[in-house]
């Protein structure tokens, strides 16, 4: 169980364009889901924490206006990268937490989506 | 804040047995995991102390001392499959995890 999984698994966008990225927990009702990015070889950097129903907090730094993360059911959310650049290539995962035979406070996560913008 | 310290490489051969030390500085500390990663894949989650002292989980055991803000991944009998990235992770709140820079691990046979 807690199975949580990721569309796509890996998308090129031109510069300019925005990309929208599902994470979806399969068996479980996941009231709180976050956003990771991860850049080769480094840690995974939490962008931002939404709970179903309201409204994503971002982490310092993140700019909410370019990561719009929607949180609108309890076993979807979603992050579009708007206007996408370069610099915003990267590995992006999600996790949920929720309702699972584990600990409710558990992270199960995504397979990730690795966004390369030319 | 948060803050993590973890050895960036370790280098071991089949059947030894290493240890990734993780030390932190929480702000709010509710307990510590331990998570692998292969290159190009997700995290997956190996264990969690909240409680000082030892948990094992087969050959995998993670150990916790809260007063030293320290822990440490134990992996015995190791094999090729267990090359991969260890990362430790503070759970600082009920629900938000901090991971840690990462430990590449190399097993040569």
């Not at chain 2, 292969?38 to 002292?53: E, I, K, M, Q, V």
Request: with cysteine.
């Amino acid at each position: 169980g807690a199975v949580v999984s990721q569309h796509p698994s890996w998308v090129i966008c031109k510069s300019g364009t925005s990309v929208k990225i599902e994470c979806r927990s399969l068996d479980f009702q996941a009231t709180t889901m976050f956003w990771y990015r991860q850049f080769p070889k480094q840690s995974l950097m939490l962008m931002a924490t939404s709970n179903e129903g309201s409204k994503a907090t971002y982490e310092q730094g993140v700019e909410k206006d370019k990561f719009l993360i929607n949180h609108a059911s309890l076993t979807l959310s979603t992050l579009t990268v708007t206007s996408a650049h370069p610099e915003d290539s990267s590995f992006y995962i999600c996790s949920a937490s929720g309702n699972t035979s584990g600990s409710e406070y558990e992270q199960y996560f995504g397979p990730g989506t690795r966004l390369t913008v030319t | 804040g948060q803050s993590l310290e973890q050895p960036s490489e370790v280098t071991a051969v089949e059947g030894a047995i290493v240890q990734i030390n993780c030390t932190y500085q929480t702000s709010g500390f509710y307990g510590l995991s331990w998570y692998q990663q292969h290159d190009g894949g997700a995290p997956t989650f190996l264990s969690y102390n909240a409680l000082d002292g030892l948990e094992e989980t087969g050959r995998f055991s993670s150990f916790l001392s809260r007063s030293d803000s320290y822990g440490y991944l134990l992996l015995q009998e190791l094999q090729m499959k267990d090359s991969a990235s260890y990362f430790c992770a503070v759970r600082g709140s009920a629900r938000q995890l901090t991971f840690g820079s990462g430990t590449q691990l190399t097993v040569l046979p």
